[in-house]
Nanobody
Framework: QVQLVESGGGLVQAGGSLRLSCAAS????????VHWYRQAPGKQREWVVY???????SYSNSVKGRFTISKDDAKNTAYLQMNSLQPEDTAVYYC?????????WGQGTQVTVSS
């Protein structure tokens, strides 16, 4: 069983930045794609970004140009750098990994952006 643990969430003012981390209990990111999703209060979970095992990335239009995903396979950790945060980015952010190694989700971390 693979465990994913997110960290780095918190409260930030509009225009600020946060960096989320997703630590895996195994080296699964070397074979799986890592995704970040988010879920705002009263809304459905929304896909945000992914990075493949080879390092290819894709972003949703809502975060393109503001968020950057990366990973360090040696540390079994993925990151989400979030810049120019806006109140509409407020949500619980979830890390997930999917692929040949199986599908796993983290417990989520709260990001709150105040105006």
């Amino acid at each position: 069983q693979v465990q994913l643990v997110e960290s780095g969430g918190g409260l930030v003012q509009a225009g600020g930045s946060l960096r989320l981390s997703c630590a895996a209990s195994t080296n699964i990111f070397s074979i799986n794609t890592v995704h970040w999703y988010r879920q705002a209060p009263g809304k459905q979970r929304e896909w945000v970004v992914y990075i493949t095992s080879a390092g290819k990335t894709s972003y949703s239009n809502s975060v393109k140009g503001r968020f950057t995903i990366s990973k360090d396979d040696a540390k079994n950790t993925a990151y989400l750098q979030m810049n120019s945060l806006q109140p509409e980015d407020t949500a619980v952010y979830y890390c997930a990994t999917m692929g040949r190694g199986g599908d796993y989700w983290g417990q989520g971390t709260q990001v709150t952006v105040s105006s």
